[in-house]
């Protein structure tokens, strides 16, 4: 009995590892302290996160205080005042509430409590008071990519309206400041602390970012004007510290939160925006104005940068370049008062996420881990930089080559007709996956508990293009797909599968392709102009844009894409849907979408689902009752990857 015992001990698989994560990263004023909501995530979790914790670290590393007064909260907006005191949101979804916290001396006082959602604190310029952003009675969480409230009774009667509350630091009511009827997306505090300047607009909150205005509000009475109303979309409004000047992003941008464009600034008074990156082959993502000029970070290719432009004529100054991902609360990076100090959460894909900070000192900063929790980890795979051209781009993706099968040593694409050494392998199947947007990008962030990573131990190679209508190269080609959606940034994936397969040991024969929402469409899109991919998965995809453009709950980003309303000109829209070319499609597909999706809603999946169908294509389709374009719950999340991975070995082996 006891060697039988023994012998079932030793058959205990071992514990999953564990990956400590950071996000929300601030920094104090002072720059000596980094505060970051941090937890834990099992690498066989199938939740998107874990509950954690609001934990303040000083520039070694070393915790020097940790707050968890809500263990049924999500954390969130930790924003530090000048004088070192820390705010934070605590979010209770199952209470519909929101919580403003603010820690000092160790202790954590509630400030005041919303029943319903809340966001983005900030502190006034003279530290007596706090501001964020708040929906009273939400009927759902903010943004579109959440789950959409049930669709009943008189539509669009009511909207939730996003609102910029006040209340004294020392706590008591919140008070509404911005006007009931207007949406703000972001906003700051002006140097003087008698108002803000945000991007807003009128009427339903998820759809009317794309037309969103920048304004100026009044703490006093709400009085709003409007600074500016430029023909692009706009994000990230930062007062200058003289309060004469506002710096923004504008650009051609699909989704809020996928924030890319150039650098502009117009008077607070009032005027026209002047554009201070006008031409430049970058994508500006964030910025922040602390000192004398705006501080941005910025992608440039493979590599994010951070970069200080001069707010007189636009003159660049590099910083800090580097192939990672970092991440902060209020952008890409933390920056304390004066832009000396700075601090991210920085990862790349063979390497896990850690928290990194420097000084600047004259034009160079070094960014440096100051913890070194997740060194124990093994990455999944080796990555590498690809470029290519066609069409006379200039293109770049992320090749992973899965480090389990011994695939070999990877080349870049500049070594095209050289074979990388298959170890023993020989070739193996390849997923391809085209990001979401499409105004968006791949950078490297490491692969954990997604699909990415399930495919990587299932040793598949993963290929992530991109292609023309990316950010990382400028405006102009970010806007390279406008009215050509499916056109050439397909032409581009294809080339740049060709640039793979010179440098790797993949499988023509065995490719897949996966993608989510713009993913998604061009996952449809692509089985019905080629055969090259055997098997398919198209999560909230788009069939048909003419139907589409009355069913979806964003339609306002249409216009500057297709050129018109499909009302206006319907051609650009029926030329692009994947309907029109469903008799070419083959390849086998499964294809997903959260049931609330606003973005993207089922009945797209189901026209194309029910035309695969009639046409005999192996197909299946899931609906994941009450998600949105995001999943959520821990189940459908596990059931989704679960299902992609598995259609995948069953078509691509």
């Not at 008591?172 to 003087?192: K, Q």
Request: proline share 7%; net charge negative.
């Amino acid at each position: 009995m006891l060697l039988l015992l023994a012998a079932a001990a030793v058959a205990v698989p071992p514990a999953a590892p564990v990956l400590h994560k950071f996000s929300e990263v601030a920094l104090s004023s002072a720059g000596d302290r980094i505060a970051a909501v941090e937890n834990e995530l099992r690498a066989d979790s199938a939740a998107p996160e874990g509950h954690g914790a609001v934990v303040v670290r000083d520039r070694r590393g070393a915790v020097v205080a940790r707050f968890d007064p809500c263990p049924a909260c999500g954390y969130g907006g930790a924003a530090w005042s000048a004088s070192g005191a820390l705010a934070f949101v605590a979010t209770d979804p199952a209470a519909h509430a929101a919580t403003l916290m603010v820690a000092e001396g160790g202790a954590v006082q509630t400030v005041a409590t919303v029943r319903g959602v809340a966001q983005t604190p900030r502190w006034s310029p003279d530290g007596t008071a706090i501001a964020l952003l708040a929906v009273e009675g939400a009927t759902k969480s903010t943004g579109a990519v959440e789950a959409g409230a049930p669709q009943v009774g008189e539509i669009g009667e009511t909207t939730d309206e996003q609102r910029i509350a006040v209340v004294p630091a020392t706590g008591g009511a919140l008070r509404f400041v911005s006007p009931a009827d207007t949406y703000v997306y972001e906003y700051d505090w002006r140097p003087d602390g008698q108002g803000f300047v945000a991007t807003a607009a009128k009427g339903n909150g998820d759809n009317n970012w794309w037309v969103a205005k920048l304004v100026a509000i009044e703490r006093a009475d709400g009085a709003t004007r409007t600074i500016a109303a430029p023909p692009v979309q706009i994000n990230m409004p930062r007062v200058s510290p003289d309060g004469t000047t506002v710096a923004f992003i504008g650009g051609l941008m699909s989704d809020f939160g996928s924030v890319g464009g150039d650098l502009f600034t117009v008077p607070l008074t009032g005027g026209m925006p002047r554009n201070l990156t006008a031409g430049a082959k970058t994508t500006i993502r964030s910025v922040v104005w602390a000192g004398a000029d705006p501080v941005v970070t910025r992608l440039a290719g493979a590599n994010a940068q951070i970069a200080r432009v001069r707010a007189s004529d636009g003159a660049t100054t590099l910083l800090w370049s580097g192939a990672v991902t970092p991440t902060a609360g209020d952008g890409e990076v933390a920056i304390n008062r004066d832009a000396t100090q700075f601090a991210a959460a920085v990862e790349d894909f063979e390497h896990p996420v850690e928290l990194a900070a420097g000084t600047l000192q004259g034009a160079t900063l070094k960014l440096t881990p100051v913890t070194r929790v997740n060194t124990a980890i093994v990455p999944p795979a080796r990555a590498t930089s690809v470029t290519w051209t066609n069409d006379g781009f200039d293109l770049q993706g992320w090749l992973l080559a899965p480090r389990k099968g011994g695939a070999g040593k990877q080349v870049p694409a500049g070594g095209a007709g050289k074979q990388a050494p298959a170890g023993g392998a020989g070739k193996q199947a390849m997923v391809v996956i085209p990001h979401g947007g499409p105004s968006a990008a791949v950078t490297p962030e490491f692969p954990w508990n997604d699909t990415v990573r399930l495919l990587l131990d299932h040793g598949y190679y993963v290929f992530q293009p991109n292609p023309r209508g990316s950010y990382g190269q400028g405006e102009a080609f970010t806007a390279a797909n406008v009215k050509d959606f499916g056109g050439g940034d397909l032409r581009d994936i294809m080339a740049g599968i060709d640039a793979v397969e010179r440098v790797a040991p993949v499988d023509d024969a065995r490719l897949g392709m996966f993608g989510h929402s713009y993913g998604g469409y061009m996952t449809m899109w692509a089985v019905t102009h080629t055969t090259r991919f055997k098997g398919a998965v198209a999560g909230a995809g788009i069939a048909n844009w003419i139907s589409y453009y009355g069913q979806n709950g964003i339609d306002q980003w249409m216009p500057p894409f297709f050129g018109a309303s499909a009302y206006d000109d319907p051609a650009p829209y029926v030329r692009a849907s994947p309907l029109t070319t469903i008799k070419a499609a083959k390849t086998p597909t499964f294809i997903y979408v959260g049931e609330r999706d606003l973005e993207c809603p089922p009945a797209q999946s189901v026209e194309f689902w029910h035309a695969l169908k009639e046409f005999g294509v192996e197909t299946s389709l899931v609906i994941y009752a009450g998600e949105g374009h995001h999943l959520r719950r821990a189940d459908s999340v596990h059931d989704r990857e679960t299902r992609t991975v598995g259609w995948f070995d069953a078509h691509l082996r």
